[in-house]
């Protein structure tokens, strides 16, 4: 089994700040570091972190070949990563003194996929494989309606949230995946509760409270907790936690075993500074869940 993810590609600018400027005010920087992110390549090398056989479809800019050598360092397959005219995207990341984060985002190339190209790529998986996708590019429906004919798992992460993206690619994924606030603003834009999303599976990301999945085809509801941990850096947790949700499952664990990893993960995760860089390995979650 393998994971293809149709997701972004960024390259990271980070700023640490003493606190968020106000409007108006200019502040130093007490910090600046540049890495590799975007929330499809976050979830791309947490899953291959983990242990799973990660291809990853999208995009950079001509010139960034240093960024397609960090991405297979950490053990993705880029045989779909496309160079395009666009400039990679890029993303300006404010990280205050408690660790809380701000994001602006350039989508560059993340936004220029071919449509020939992604239904080629995904074309090449089988029916026991699963497509991971985020609303960072473009062309995630017809990828999502292809890879379901195709019989694969198809995990949708709605961010940055849209309900129209949402409402066009829903009937096609097998589990949506939202934070509590977009399944708030989700349900109520939709009139109807979480188990009445015509989605057969819904998971919702709890922060640092953890998690919660339920079947709605069979109302089985499961919660799991998330240690507590003095945080660093909130970047890229989300994507932590949904990239080892895909790992584990592809990896043939059951879904609460898979979340309860995938929670560990995310809670080291948000102990280092950084996003793709700082995604822990499943050795280091082992030795952390062991701690």
């Not at 293809?4 to 400027?21: E, M, Q, R, W």
């Amino acid at each position: 089994m393998a994971i293809f993810n149709l997701g972004s590609v960024n390259i990271d600018h980070f700023y640490k700040l003493a606190h968020f400027p106000e409007p108006g005010e200019t502040l130093s920087a007490l910090d600046h570091t540049l890495g590799l992110g975007g929330k499809g390549m976050n979830q791309s090398v947490a899953a291959a972190k983990a242990g799973a056989e990660v291809f990853h479809i999208g995009a950079i800019g001509k010139s960034d070949g240093w960024v397609r050598e960090r991405i297979e360092g950490y053990g993705v397959n880029c045989k779909y990563l496309r160079e395009a005219d666009e400039a990679t995207g890029h993303a300006v990341i404010y990280v205050d003194a408690s660790g809380e984060n701000t994001i602006v985002l350039a989508p560059g190339a993340n936004v220029q996929q071919d449509s020939e190209f992604v239904v080629n790529a995904i074309d090449q998986a089988k029916s026991t494989d699963t497509l991971l996708l985020q609303n960072e590019t473009n062309l995630q429906p017809p990828a999502a309606t292809f890879a379901l004919v195709k019989g694969m798992r198809v995990i949708y992460s709605a961010a940055p949230f849209s309900i129209e993206a949402v409402k066009n690619i829903i009937p096609d994924l097998s589990m949506l995946v939202m934070n509590a606030v977009e399944a708030s603003q989700l349900s109520s834009e939709m009139g109807v509760s979480l188990e009445q999303i015509p989605v057969p599976q819904i998971m919702v990301t709890l922060g640092s409270k953890g998690a919660m999945w339920r079947s709605n085809e069979t109302g089985e509801v499961i919660e799991v907790t998330s240690p507590k941990v003095t945080p660093v850096d909130t970047t890229a947790a989300g994507d932590t936690y949904i990239g080892y949700v895909a790992a584990g499952l592809d990896l043939g664990m059951p879904i609460k075993a898979a979340m309860e990893w995938a929670t560990q993960a995310a809670a080291l995760k948000v102990t280092r500074a950084g996003t793709a860089d700082a995604i822990p390995s499943a050795d280091e979650v082992k030795a952390f869940r062991g701690a």
